[in-house]
């Protein structure tokens, strides 16, 4: 038998989940949240914490924000469930605790790498993407570090593993801002959104989920 047709088994281990959905309502979403956002954005200052310029809101948006608000912290919560397991492979039903806040990025801002300790899963969830999707050169991006480390790639960057989500071994993976999509990723996965070159306005919501 040669090597070509030997045949084996491939462990995906420490696989690192992120959830990408282009929910089918987001534009009524989002025509009812960006005049509640923005006015919002008027009357409070911003509250940064990870923001490379930009505004941030407070931490409690589903307090304020109405029903589009609670509707789609509902989504992620039940979209949680349904990635979540215990450790032998069985479902779960966790009433999961939340906090939820905007951010309001021009041209030139952004948010450093960072991660979101207490939780277990975050997201955001992009309201107006700035023409990001249509332009990608417009940047914003929302980039993950690989939490295996450069090793991979410092050693040979032109090779990666033949298996799903392995061509990016050792360097950054990035997602394009969508209105409407929602991406969700473990809290802990280091993260940043690049700066938004546009000359409109980049809105997103981001949440964490904790138990």
């Not at 491939?10 to 990408?20: D, G, K, L, Q, S």
């Not at 919560?77 to 450790?87: E, F, L, M, S, V």
């Not at 996965?189 to 997103?204: C, D, E, F, N």
Request: charged share 15%; aromatic share 8%; glycine share 10%.
């Amino acid at each position: 038998m040669s090597s070509g047709t030997l045949a084996f088994e491939t462990v995906a281990a420490f696989a690192t989940p992120i959830i990408v959905v282009d929910l089918p309502d987001g534009a009524q979403l989002n025509a009812a949240l960006v005049p509640v956002l923005l006015k919002r954005e008027a009357e409070k200052k911003s509250e940064s914490r990870s923001t490379l310029g930009g505004w941030q809101s407070s931490l409690d948006l589903d307090k304020w924000a109405g029903a589009p608000a609670i509707k789609l912290l509902a989504i992620a919560r039940n979209i949680a469930n349904r990635i979540t397991t215990d450790r032998t492979g069985k479902p779960v039903s966790i009433l999961w605790q939340a906090n939820m806040w905007a951010n309001i990025n021009r041209s030139g801002h952004g948010n450093e790498f960072h991660s979101h300790p207490g939780s277990y899963w975050s997201g955001v969830y992009y309201v107006d993407d700035g023409g990001v999707s249509a332009d990608p050169s417009l940047g914003g991006e929302l980039e993950f570090m690989d939490p295996r480390g450069p090793a991979p790639a410092m050693y040979a960057p032109h090779l990666a593993f033949a298996l799903p989500g392995g061509l990016s071994v050792g360097t950054n993976q990035t997602i394009v801002p969508k209105a409407g999509r929602l991406v969700m990723f473990p809290a802990w996965l280091l993260h940043q959104v690049r700066p938004y070159r546009g000359t409109a306005q980049r809105i997103s919501i981001a949440f964490n989920l904790s138990l």
